[in-house]
């Protein structure tokens, strides 16, 4: 709100038309008819609260490697992610080798305000290998 004992007052900022994720300053400048200024500061604070999105890779069946109980060298794939802004780093819990059976791999996508989302790939490893 603005006032002035003689006449109108102009108000002006520094305002951008979009403000960046994190802290924004804004400075405000009041100005009579007669040229007198006062300024003032205002904090913009913008957060990102929105998580990035995840697809797992397609689910995978392997078999067993020979003479063990366990699949090595798995293909996973990749999955696909988009992020609103900033960094996003995508990890996940993928052993080095699969025991026979159903195995669950867990994605997770994490951007760097720390919003993150996850998804679980399968990973199905057979045992084809004849009994002795």
């Not at 990749?78 to 993928?94: D, I, K, Q, R, Y």
């Amino acid at each position: 709100m603005t006032s002035d004992n003689c006449g109108t007052v102009t108000l002006s900022s520094n305002a951008p038309a979009q403000f960046p994720v994190g802290t924004n300053l804004v400075t405000w400048t009041a100005t009579d008819a007669n040229g007198n200024r006062t300024t003032c500061t205002q904090r913009v604070v913008v957060r990102d609260t929105q998580a990035p999105t995840l697809a797992c890779p397609a689910d995978v069946t392997v078999v067993a490697d020979p003479g063990v109980c366990v699949a090595t060298g798995v293909l996973l794939g990749n999955p696909v992610t988009s992020e609103n802004c900033g960094t996003l780093t995508v990890t996940s819990n993928a052993p080095a080798q699969f025991p026979v059976g159903t195995n669950l791999v867990s994605w997770t996508a994490t951007d760097a305000s720390g919003n993150r989302t996850t998804c679980t790939q399968r990973i199905v490893v057979r045992d084809t290998q004849p009994r002795p």
